[in-house]
């Protein structure tokens, strides 16, 4: 299984749309998940145009309407691996540990988040932590990036630079 993962696009608020070589990519993908911050659901609508299965949860700069229609945490189960996904808060230099507070109890296997804009790749003991940037906004990352999750046999991640 292949899956596209993006995070803070921040649309209408940093960018029109999501960028077109995401979008391209992304027709190649099983399911899309993005972890916060859209701002607005037309983000949503964007990503089913290529590709009908998205997750998504909330994110702090999230609106009302957001908030209402997405979950703040999911876990999704694929095969033999499960997937914590979460958005993120606080201090950007703090979120693997309240990542690891927050799913403490879960027995994931990857743990996708957003918040910070920027991208990590990160094993700690038998959880990956996965943040795939932000592919509209370079404050606070020197590049715009997503992410791509291999799932077969085993779990490959792999942060994309635009």
């Known amino acids: 299984m292949r899956i596209g993962v993006i995070s803070d696009t921040h649309i209408p608020d940093r960018a029109d749309d999501i960028p077109k070589i995401i979008l391209e990519d992304f027709r190649n993908v099983d399911m899309v998940i993005h972890a916060g911050d859209l701002v607005e659901l037309s983000v949503l609508d964007q990503l089913k145009m ?14 009302y309407e957001v908030r209402k229609a997405l979950p703040e945490k999911e876990i999704i189960k694929i095969a033999n691996f499960k997937i914590g996904v979460m958005h ?11 990542m690891i507070k927050v799913f403490q109890n879960e027995e994931v296997n990857l743990i996708i ?3 910070s804009h ?12 996965f943040n795939p940037g932000s592919p509209t906004d ?3 990352s020197p590049y715009n990036s997503y992410g791509m999750i291999e ?3 085993e779990l490959k991640a792999e942060i994309i630079k635009i």
Do not use: Q
């Open 50 to 63: 290529v590709c009908k299965n998205i997750k998504a949860v909330w994110g702090n700069m999230d609106r």
């Open 88 to 98: 993120g808060y606080g201090a950007p230099n703090s979120l693997i540990e309240l």
């Open 113 to 115: 988040f957003g918040h």
């Open 118 to 129: 920027c991208a990590v790749k990160e094993k700690i003991k038998d959880t990956l932590y």
């Open 138 to 140: 370079k404050f606070f």
């Open 151 to 153: 799932i077969d046999e």
